[in-house]
């Protein structure tokens, strides 16, 4: 006769110490990639955070009626107006090369600013005005703390006496970091000071509309069809393992095929999202068709027969009883695709949209870039300034990502039935 | 609306977005080379900002992309500019004609010099053009006609003088215009100082130039991708690498990296610009002549460009890292400029 309890219990401690092994291989694995994204995070952050505030420098610039036109402001040079207020801050700075410098404490823009702040109030003018303007990069760097002044005058970005103005500045209050709102309200540039998102993420915007306008509708018409209506045979095995195929083609493919048909043969304009968002819903087509039909086949098939029993045809069928039970599985593998759609570059390098662009477009036909290609155009920028936005614009789309991969787990958690 | 009228209206609206014709352009359209692109864009912001044209869109393509899409035809539905940091091939300028492109007009605008540096610590390296082929080369001469595969591993094999580190130098991957501009420059300058080698440039042309452009694959160079700025980066973290980038990274990174000497020439402004930094190319952008009057503001872009306040010796292109022409050479380029020349190879 068999002894169970002995039996059963052969060699049980040695298997319950394999079961926590590896169970504490799993946490392992779970800590590592953990503290992967801690470190990923904590970097990224680390470096971009600092986009949130903006060094500004005040200027004293003479708007009277002699130097400004009050009918015809923007007939008034503004940069030599801004750049005699800082001369007469630092009287004492004469030769040419310590003026220049002096010049370059200030922002290329600060001209433009100068102007829109009287645009835009015109009872500044008619005599001595302090008005705030943007700092240049390098002396952003400086007082934001960023110049290792231990370092010899030559190795260092920001010389002793560009220190010394900026000290003087500092101490009679004339220089300030404020909260810097052009980050979000701006165009690309090629000033780090005054380069924003704005242009990128209204590109993105707008590509991800055409991208779900053509592929959500065109994803769930197809899948609703194969998984539905489609007479099983060889035709549509071979769809199924085409569409499962182009799931996993490389993204540049798209892009090249975008270049020809949609820009080559079409001839639609280049760079614009409308093209980008076309290539886009390419892209992310197979993903929502799968996933639309896993969302359907989750559907009891007992709905669909039901409906069918009582009359309803079986268009009716799959449109007034089973798509609003799938709709939710749908849209969550919309959104998905979506995400994967914004993080994307590599198909629109080939159809112009990695390209600068200061204008912010306002139409699917005007030029854009997208916020990626914003990171990867910044982050291969030489001024040193840029690795700060490059960050902060990393921080923006991965936000973004976040936030829409949310949304997708909020929408199924809450609609979702499950049977 | 009926669901079917909608449906109409969508297709209507879906056809005419396709059917539209090629859309006119009232922006300048620019192409080419990642080198120029911070040059061209910041003229480009201020063409924008000073004028009452639109801001010209600037692309990266990188210099042969750039000239493919350039030379792909005349049509307003192509760039009007490429950028190129190389000059253009004769190849390409038959492909340009071939597709009824024929009045092209080069510019010069400026230097850019190519640094071999490593991070900051003991004094800068010293090297000629000899040792960096000897180190790079994937063969290198072991006799007279003799070549024999890369042996050295040290930089002070090449030379007793030189650190007794290991031969690491990360640079730009084969697609990137640096890199072809650092193996004529500073591998094939190094290359023909062998009497033998550059002998052979008359008898066997290709064979010479495989010799002498050929990097090795061994390891010792170290592919690190085109961003300028992740070179630099690594080179923080490695003490004993050297990296190959461009001068504006050098510049804005001086805290960091220091570059080495090449013949007893450091890479600083005046001396690349002077012409003595033997590690330097020439930058160009090129001009469909037709598209000049036909796409609004091209003349004016033209004008800005070559302005002594952008390209000048203190203009703002040279604070962003572009090295001026000389002041003739600079004069003789906006004359050309100015009465529209095209291209003579």
């Not at chain 1, 270049?259 to 639609?268: D, E, Q, V, W």
């Not at chain 1, 819903?281 to 197979?286: I, R, V």
């Not at chain 1, 990626?372 to 490059?390: C, G, M, Y």
Request: proline content about 5%; glycine content about 8%; charged content about 20%.
């Amino acid at each position: 006769m068999i002894n169970f309890t002995q039996e059963a219990g052969f060699g049980l401690r040695r298997r319950k110490r394999a079961e926590a092994r590896f169970q504490w291989a799993g946490r392992g694995a779970i800590l590592i990639s953990l503290a992967f994204l801690v470190i990923m995070f904590a970097s990224i952050i680390g470096n971009g955070a600092g986009v949130i505030w903006q060094s500004q420098i005040a200027v004293t610039v003479d708007l009277s009626a002699e130097e400004i036109d009050p009918e015809n402001i923007g007939d008034a040079s503004f940069n030599s107006l801004v750049k005699k207020g800082l001369r007469d801050a630092f009287p004492e700075v004469e030769k040419r090369k310590e003026k220049k410098r002096l010049y370059g404490l200030v922002s290329t823009e600060a001209a433009f600013e100068v102007e829109r702040q009287i645009q835009a109030n015109p009872e500044l003018l008619g005599g001595m005005q302090t008005l705030w303007v943007t700092a240049s990069d390098d002396a952003d760097l400086y007082i934001s703390g960023q110049v290792d002044t231990d370092l010899p005058e030559v190795k260092r970005r920001v010389s002793d006496a560009e220190i010394a103005m900026l000290d003087k500045l500092l101490e009679e209050g004339l220089a300030r970091e404020t909260f810097n709102r052009g980050f979000f309200t701006n165009g690309d540039s090629r000033e780090p000071e005054i380069a924003g998102i704005l242009s990128s993420l209204m590109g993105s915007a707008l590509t991800l509309l055409v991208c779900f306008a053509l592929s959500f509708p065109l994803g769930i018409g197809a899948a609703i069809y194969l998984e539905e209506f489609a007479p099983k045979n060889r035709m549509s095995d071979l769809i199924e393992v085409n569409i499962n195929n182009l799931a996993a083609v490389p993204s540049i493919v798209f892009g090249l095929l975008g270049l020809s048909i949609f820009l080559g043969y079409m001839g639609l304009p280049r760079s614009t999202p409308l093209v980008g968002g076309m290539v886009l819903a390419l892209m992310t087509l197979p993903t929502i068709i799968i996933a639309s039909r896993a969302a359907l086949r989750s559907v009891p098939p007992s709905f669909k027969e039901a409906a069918l029993a009582l009359g309803a045809t079986p268009v009716q069928a799959i449109f007034h009883h089973v798509l609003p039970v799938a709709m939710p599985g749908m849209l969550t593998g919309a959104i998905v695709g979506m995400a994967q759609a914004l993080g994307e570059t590599a198909p629109l390098l080939m159809i112009g949209m990695v390209a600068f662009i200061v204008d912010v477009p306002t139409s699917v036909l005007e030029p854009a870039t997208a916020l990626p290609v914003q990171i990867f155009l910044w982050a291969d920028a030489p001024e040193r300034a840029f690795t700060e936005k490059t960050a902060a614009a990393i921080i923006v789309l991965l936000t973004f990502l976040i936030l829409m991969n949310l949304i997708a787990i909020l929408l199924r958690r809450k609609l979702e039935t499950r049977f | 609306m009926s669901v079917r009228l909608k449906t109409l209206a969508a297709t209507t609206v879906l056809t005419a977005a396709i059917a539209a014709p090629a859309i006119a352009r009232d922006q300048i359209n620019i192409v080419g080379s990642s080198t120029v692109f911070p040059f061209s864009t910041t003229v480009a912001e201020r063409f924008g900002k000073s004028t009452d044209f639109a801001t010209p869109i600037v692309e990266s393509t990188g210099s042969g992309g750039g000239l493919k899409l350039f030379c792909s035809g005349a049509g307003v539905d192509t760039p009007d500019i490429t950028n190129a940091s190389r000059r253009i091939k004769s190849s390409e300028v038959e492909l340009c004609a071939e597709n009824g492109v024929n009045d092209i007009v080069e510019v010069k605008i400026g230097f850019d010099g190519i640094v071999l540096a490593n991070a900051v610590g003991d004094a800068p390296v010293e090297l000629t053009l000899q040792e960096i082929f000897l180190a790079l080369a994937k063969d290198v001469p072991s006799g007279e006609g003799e070549t024999q595969p890369n042996p050295y591993t040290m930089w002070n094999e090449i030379n007793p003088d030189l650190p007794a580190v290991k031969i690491e130098v990360l640079g730009p991957p084969p697609t990137s215009g640096t890199r072809d501009a650092f193996a004529e420059l500073a591998l094939e300058g190094g290359c023909k100082t062998f009497d033998w080698i550059k002998a052979m440039k008359k008898e066997d042309k290709s064979a010479y130039k495989s010799l002498c452009h050929t990097v090795r694959e061994d390891g010792a160079y170290v592919e690190a991708g085109e961003n300028d700025n992740l070179i630099v980066q690594k080179l923080e973290a490695n003490p004993d690498a050297f990296g190959v980038f461009g001068y504006s990274f050098l510049e804005q990174n001086s805290d960091k990296v220091q570059g080495s000497l090449v013949g007893g020439v450091a890479p600083e402004f005046e001396l690349i610009a002077d012409g003595d930094y033997p590690i330097a190319r020439s930058l160009y952008f090129y001009v469909k002549k037709d598209h000049v009057g036909v796409v609004p503001g091209i003349e004016e872009f033209l004008a800005e460009f070559t302005s002594e306040d952008a390209w000048g010796e203190d203009g703002y292109l040279a604070d962003k890292g572009l090295i001026p022409l000389s002041d003739d050479e600079r004069s003789d380029w906006a004359e050309k400029v100015k009465s529209l020349s095209p291209l003579s190879m």
